[in-house]
């Protein structure tokens, strides 16, 4: 089974950065789109950013939320079986549990609908206070 596995949080100050990191174990998550979620405390899981699949035959194709266009940036490393999440000028509403997660088949594009998704990593903690 497609097992997740996120790092990469912690507690920054506002306008610091992060780098979270989603690996699989198992899995070749070349094959798989990976969408990244965020949840605050009392609120609905969000999506935030996604990436197609690495069969594309040419660019991954990215989505972002418009909330974080500019601030957040995705990437794939196949090599390492890894996705990235890169999050600049952090701001204090970015603070909640990020989680990444993959869908049930190879569906080469990507959404940020996480009832899409069936595969999740149980999510890293994201803090952002002075």
């Known amino acids: 089974q497609l097992q997740l596995v996120e790092s990469g949080g912690g507690l920054v100050q506002p306008g610091g950065s992060l780098n979270l990191s989603c690996a699989s174990t198992?899995?070749?998550?070349?094959?798989?789109?990976v969408g990244w979620f965020r949840q605050a405390p009392g609120k609905e899981r969000e999506g935030v950013s996604c990436?197609?699949?690495?069969?594309?035959?040419?660019?991954?194709?990215?989505s972002y939320a418009d909330s974080v266009k500019g601030r957040f940036s995705i990437s794939r490393d196949s090599a390492k079986n890894t996705v990235y999440l890169q999050i600049n000028n952090l701001k204090s509403e970015d603070s909640g549990t990020y989680y990444c997660?993959?869908?049930?088949?190879?569906?080469?594009?990507?959404?940020?609908?996480?009832?899409?998704?069936?595969?999740w990593g149980q999510g890293t903690q994201v803090t952002v206070a002075s």
């Open positions: 198992g899995f070749t998550l070349h094959w798989y789109a």
């Open positions: 997660a993959a869908p049930p088949g190879l569906e080469p594009r990507c959404n940020l609908e996480p009832s899409e998704y069936s595969y």
């Open positions: 990436i197609s699949t690495g069969n594309t035959g040419g660019e991954s194709r990215i």
